[in-house]
Nanobody, 122 residues
Framework: QVQLVESGGGLVQAGGSLRLSCAASGTIVRISAMAWHRQAPGKQRELVASISSGDLTNYADSVKGRFIISRDNVKDEVYLQMTSLTPEDTAVYYC????????????????WGQGTQVTVSS
């Protein structure tokens, strides 16, 4: 299996910045896509940003121009640089990585992190 460990969440004032990190471990053969989702209290989980194996990125309209998703293929890590944060960005952020693991069996995986809390004060 592939395990994900997230870090970087915390408390920040409006207008501030945070950088989230997500590290994957396991016998990964190929990562097809990486993404960050978030879920605010009482709201549905939503896709914030994604990045493909070809570095094609996609962002939710609410974060476009403020957040940047990036990846490190050597370290099997994905990052989310968040700037100009607002209280509306307050949520638990989840890392999601999809791909193939196990060099012998080539098994697809869809792993999620435990979530990291981001709180933006006004």
């Amino acid at each position: 299996q592939v395990q994900l460990v997230e870090s970087g969440g915390g408390l920040v004032q409006a207008g501030g910045s945070l950088r989230l990190s997500c590290a994957a471990s396991g016998t990964i053969v190929r990562i097809s896509a990486m993404a960050w989702h978030r879920q605010a209290p009482g709201k549905q989980r939503e896709l914030v940003a994604s990045i493909s194996s070809g570095d094609l990125t996609n962002y939710a309209d609410s974060v476009k121009g403020r957040f940047i998703i990036s990846r490190d293929n050597v370290k099997d890590e994905v990052y989310l640089q968040m700037t100009s944060l607002t209280p509306e960005d307050t949520a638990v952020y989840y890392c999601n990585i999809q791909g193939i693991y196990d060099y012998n069996r080539l098994i697809r995986f869809d792993s999620w992190g435990q979530g990291t809390q981001v709180t933006v004060s006004s």
